[in-house]
């Protein structure tokens, strides 16, 4: 039979108990209202290119048109050629802004939050139960 070193680990943590205790903890304080949060130093926000290559003018000669250069609103010159990708955003039509340093909301649910803090490598648990499913099957 496959050897199932995850699988063994996480029973162990559940026989223990504490995994439920804590589970149950974190559950109650997302009822009393508490998030848990995490900070983060390299938050940035994606906004819109909004690049001109002719600074301090009212019309530029160069925009940035969903990623794509753009002459006075066109993305290709008269022979139908396109004007190429932005500079500014290297195409991707939206450029990154730093927003500042700042807590965010713990993504993690609880199962994974548990998972790491006991060391337990979920998609090993769930290999490990495949292979045995898959043994069983073959067994049958």
Known sequence: MTGTPELDRQHAAIADGAPQAIGEFLEWLAGQGVQLCRWREDLTDARPCLAAVTPGTHAPRWS???????????????????????EHCAGRGYVDVPVGDRFV????GTERLLADYFGIDLAAVERERQALLAELRKES
């Not at 969903?66 to 022979?79: E, L, P, V």
């Not at 909301?105 to 993690?108: A, I, L």
Request: hydrophobic fraction near 10%; charged fraction near 35%; glycine fraction near 14%.
């Open 64 to 86: 940035c048109w969903n990623g794509r250069r753009a002459r006075y609103g066109k993305i290709t010159n008269d022979d139908g050629e396109s004007y190429g990708d932005c």
């Open 105 to 108: 909301p713990e993504s993690r």
